[in-house]
């Protein structure tokens, strides 16, 4: 063997090494990242069964939080939210007074409903379980949200119109079942039903 071809049979693993360095950093970059909750596109909804005669909502208008997300390991997200009840909306006025008076969630001493994510777990390709600890009326209790991740990407209407252009999103649907007789909330029941369904569709900005 001549010393050229020796010394080109000792680099070959080198030049391996290197070449296989350069292609992991030409793969796409891991899309973890912190987004912000828009509230414009978030939609907080609960429901209850009224007297037995049907089902009745009220929608929760102001909601803030921030999403940790990394589409390629969804299940290491991390989510904080919090909801004013003063923003309540059931398109009665006097119902409206009455859900933020001391009945129910009782504005004047709680101000805010809170979420934190405790951890999360995948049931399919785009759902999953978030457990967490809700905070109504000063009482803290654990849920788990069934969450359904519709969409993570360049916003589908920057192409079109400039205000969108260079926003990196996320959407997702979530749903879950509760009893407000937990939080100390009632009032009502069983005319008004213990059992509360809520429904989430929200959106989140890259920061």
């Not at 504005?107 to 785009?126: H, L, M």
């Not at 589908?156 to 996320?170: E, M």
């Not at 059992?195 to 989140?204: G, L, P, R, S």
């Amino acid at each position: 063997m001549s010393t050229r071809r020796h010394v080109t049979t000792r680099l070959m693993p080198i030049w391996l090494a290197l070449l296989f360095l350069f292609g992991m950093a030409g793969a796409s970059p891991s899309r973890a990242a912190t987004y912000a909750l828009d509230k414009d596109q978030t939609n907080v909804t609960f429901t209850w069964n009224h007297l037995g005669l049907s089902r009745q909502s009220a929608r929760i208008l102001d909601v803030s939080g921030a999403l940790t997300f990394d589409p390629a390991e969804p299940d290491k997200s991390a989510i904080e939210a919090t909801m004013k009840p003063a923003s309540l909306w059931s398109g009665i006025p006097a119902f409206d007074r009455q859900l933020k008076s001391n009945d129910y969630f009782d504005i004047a001493q709680f101000p805010t409903v809170t979420f934190k994510s405790t951890g999360i777990t995948k049931t399919g390709e785009r759902t999953g379980d978030v457990t967490g600890d809700l905070t109504i009326l000063g009482r803290e209790n654990p849920v788990t949200l069934q969450v359904t991740w519709n969409f993570t990407g360049d916003h589908p209407l920057g192409p079109s119109n400039p205000t969108f252009q260079d926003k990196f999103v996320s959407g997702f649907t979530a749903t879950t079942k509760l009893l407000r007789s937990n939080w100390g909330m009632s009032r009502g029941t069983p005319l008004v039903s213990d059992e509360i369904e809520i429904t989430i569709n929200v959106e989140f900005i890259q920061k």
